[in-house]
């Protein structure tokens, strides 16, 4: 009995927690769309072409900003680079839009505290940088890039 009242308390907490985060995951998710559809129009190979560094961190940023589904970056990666965008820029972009969410930082900062947000999502971008440069450096290093 006491196991059942213990589940029902769980379960009312859990709806109340669901209803609580329901308007930030909607707002979220509008936000992540608008800005995606901003995205596509916005991207071309005019916006990068400034020297390696430059593009990886304005791939970086943009796809810091312009979250999306894992499918979605490989898909954008294979038209920027047949657009004539750079290895490194189009590897940053591809990292960070999958893991680091500017968009998504409210929500993620509610459910899971500002800090760890926060610092997850600045390790993530430093690390997607590293990412791409170590890509693009071991495909030359092989003669592959």
């Not at 791939?59 to 898909?75: R, T």
């Given at each position: 009995?006491?196991?059942?009242?213990?589940?029902?308390?769980?379960?009312?907490?859990?709806?109340?927690?669901?209803?609580?985060?329901?308007?930030?995951?909607?707002?979220?998710?509008?936000?992540?769309?608008?800005?995606?559809?901003?995205?596509?129009?916005?991207?071309?190979?005019?916006?990068?072409?400034?020297?390696?560094?430059?593009?990886?961190?304005?791939?970086?940023?943009?796809?810091?900003?312009?979250?999306?589904?894992?499918?979605?970056?490989?898909?954008?990666?294979?038209?920027?680079?047949?657009?004539?965008?750079?290895?490194?820029?189009?590897?940053?972009?591809?990292?960070?839009?999958?893991?680091?969410?500017i968009?998504?930082?409210?929500?993620?900062a509610?459910?899971?505290?500002?800090?760890?947000?926060?610092?997850?999502?600045?390790?993530?971008?430093?690390?997607?940088?590293?990412?791409?440069?170590?890509?693009?450096?071991?495909?030359?290093?092989?003669?592959?890039?």
């Amino acid at each position: 009995m006491q196991a059942r009242n213990r589940l029902t308390d769980s379960l009312k907490k859990t709806i109340r927690t669901f209803i609580n985060v329901l308007p930030i995951i909607v707002g979220m998710l509008l936000l992540t769309s608008l800005v995606v559809t901003m995205f596509a129009e916005q991207v071309s190979a005019r916006l990068f072409g400034n020297g390696d560094i430059l593009d990886t961190l304005l791939g970086a940023s943009i796809g810091s900003i312009a979250v999306g589904h894992p499918l979605a970056s490989y898909l954008l990666g294979g038209e920027l680079l047949g657009g004539g965008v750079g290895l490194g820029a189009v590897t940053a972009l591809m990292v960070t839009w999958v893991t680091v969410g500017i968009v998504q930082l409210p929500a993620e900062a509610l459910i899971l505290g500002g800090r760890f947000a926060v610092y997850r999502n600045v390790i993530s971008f430093f690390v997607a940088i590293a990412i791409a440069c170590l890509t693009v450096y071991t495909l030359r290093l092989l003669g592959a890039a």
